[in-house]
């Protein structure tokens, strides 16, 4: 059967001397597998479409197996995120971290929106750091974890001091603050970011310029949970971390007004 879908490249690796094995999260069929042939060839149609992180419209023969790409057009081809290393490492890791938590053939126009929002929003030069925290939260729940962030954990109480909780995995109020000797105290700046990261939609957030003390604080705390809960190690974490360590690598950005604690 042919399929015509919209979708967003997620990795293409080689196949043999001249194919590519494509990973692709579609609007229509969620995320599904396909070889492009002769996708290595330089002069070959398939070569531009099946580049990670193309956003395009493809043409796909669907069997029982593998799938065969036959031909693709590019939407947009995220000439940003393929030019800037800070771009292309924040992209890395926003795709991966989505294939590692979906499978095949499952379908979730919610995911589809949420990769599409995040690598658009990076190729347009939002902060690429935020849309990768805003990506983290939200897939925790795919991920299998659902944080309580609307009241207190264990009482339900939704006035007074909150802490962040990883034993109960959500917000303890100052009520409940024995029941974790290790809770995270956190403001109500901070809480409100929380939640806006967990729910709002990227596209509605606008330009958010945060502080960088409160991305780290806002990474350690998603970090955390999904390395004791979900347990997924990221290569693209890993270079994410050595261009923190090694920020002389990336190009000088300039100065705007700051938000956050």
């Not at 060839?41 to 419209?57: D, E, M, W, Y």
């Not at 109020?173 to 290790?182: E, G, L, S, T």
Request: aromatic residues 8%; glycine residues 8%.
């Amino acid at each position: 059967m042919l399929n015509k879908w919209e979708g967003i490249i997620l990795r293409s690796m080689p196949y043999g001397e001249s194919n590519k094995i494509v990973t692709l999260y579609t609007r229509e069929a969620g995320k599904l597998t396909a070889m492009a042939r002769g996708a290595k060839k330089p002069a070959s149609r398939l070569a531009a479409i099946t580049q990670p992180f193309t956003h395009g419209s493809f043409l796909i023969q669907k069997g029982r197996g593998m799938g065969t790409l036959e031909q693709g057009e590019p939407i947009d081809s995220m000439r940003h995120i393929r030019e800037d290393l800070e771009a292309t490492a924040y992209a890395s890791y926003v795709v991966e971290l989505i294939d590692r938590l979906t499978e095949d053939g499952e379908r979730s126009e919610g995911i589809y929106g949420l990769l599409h929002e995040a690598l658009h929003a990076i190729n347009e030069q939002y902060d690429p750091e935020a849309i990768a925290l805003f990506v983290e939260w939200k897939m925790l729940p795919v991920a299998g974890i659902h944080p309580v962030l609307h009241q207190c954990a264990n009482c339900g109480a939704t006035e007074g001091e909150f802490a962040f909780s990883f034993k109960e995995i959500g917000f303890l109020c100052h009520r409940c603050f024995h029941i974790d000797r290790y809770i995270i105290r956190i403001s109500p700046t901070q809480l409100k970011l929380i939640r806006t990261f967990y729910t709002v939609p990227i596209n509605r957030v606008g330009n958010l310029t945060l502080k960088k003390t409160t991305k780290q604080f806002m990474k350690k705390l998603v970090r955390t949970i999904y390395d004791e809960q979900v347990g997924i190690r990221l290569k693209s974490r890993s270079f994410l971390d050595q261009l923190e360590s090694t920020p002389e690598l990336l190009p000088r950005r300039e100065k705007t007004e700051e938000q956050g604690e």
